[in-house]
């Protein structure tokens, strides 16, 4: 016996989600050329040398890592590297101890106009870097922070904590009171109950923030060149703008990638190391508890 032809209106169906599945995977493939091509011309650039910078050579024909020797043989922007290390790793690290602290306050605590309250805090990550950056000039020169490590690394703050303490607040909201409260009957501290309890289980999203952070101030670029002058603390976004080539004339079109490309691959490191937890943190934090 042979099987039944399924009926038209089964078939119909059948061609529209293979259809729609088509359109979806062909949606992704766009989007992943379209975030990738500019990084693997960056690449491309980098690898090229003289006239070959100015051919529009889809696979370089001469590739040379010359450029990535001159740019790590620069002492300038390895200290320059260094000061990003110093500068992203301790405003990261003071932006999440604070804000996990006032998140689980505004998660947990009862208070009036708590959404405008994050609003508030929120709105001040869209203020424009420039609003404080030209008064933090003269202030910081008084106060001797200017051209200091310290000095970029509490104005960067400004906009970081913010933006950690309005993601981490909805993470906290999503972790059930009665896990507290059991801690509490069985005599743990509000402290401890949040240090032993909350904090292991918002490990998620803590990294997620951490992370959303982390590029945040790496690749701040209007404050360093605002409030430093000298190598000994300026950070790589504004070093590579100090390159220059052999003549008057030159571009370091190559220097200029290939430092691109070495200052981006800490935050690939970073993501691949921590993915799993980012893909978790970014799950918990759009269900709803």
Avoid: C, H
């Avoid at 650039?45 to 740019?71: C, D, I, M, Q, R």
């Amino acid at each position: 016996m042979t099987a039944a032809a399924p009926a038209p209106d089964l078939r119909g169906k059948m061609l529209r989600r293979r259809t729609v599945s088509g359109a979806r995977w062909v949606l992704v493939v766009v989007v992943i050329l379209f975030s990738l091509v500019p990084f693997y011309w960056l690449i491309n650039t980098s690898l090229k040398t003289g006239a070959g910078l100015s051919s529009g050579e889809l696979f370089p024909s001469e590739p040379t890592l010359s450029n990535y020797v001159t740019v790590l043989q620069n002492s300038n922007f390895m200290l320059s590297l260094r000061n990003s290390v110093i500068v992203a790793l301790s405003a990261t690290t003071i932006a999440i101890v604070f804000a996990s602290f006032a998140a689980y306050a505004l998660a947990r605590l009862r208070l009036r106009r708590k959404t405008l309250l994050l609003a508030l805090i929120l709105s001040v990550t869209t203020f424009p870097t420039i609003a404080i950056a030209a008064p933090m000039f003269s202030l910081w020169s008084d106060l001797g922070l200017y051209d200091t490590l310290p000095g970029l690394i509490i104005p960067k703050l400004t906009f970081a904590l913010p933006m950690a303490i309005y993601i981490l607040t909805s993470f906290f909201k999503e972790i059930p009171r009665e896990l507290e409260e059991s801690a509490y009957v069985d005599g743990a501290s509000p402290f401890q109950a949040f240090y032993k309890i909350i904090l292991p289980l918002a490990t998620p999203g803590i990294a997620t923030t951490a992370i959303l952070v982390f590029i945040l101030v790496w690749n701040e670029f209007l404050l360093p060149v605002t409030l430093t002058t000298s190598p000994e603390a300026r950070t790589v976004p504004v070093a590579i703008t100090f390159f220059s080539g052999t003549s008057q004339y030159d571009q370091p079109l190559g220097a200029i990638s290939a430092a691109s490309v070495i200052i981006t691959i800490p935050l690939v490191i970073v993501v691949l190391v921590f993915q799993k937890k980012i893909i978790s943190g970014l799950t918990a934090g759009s269900l709803k508890g």
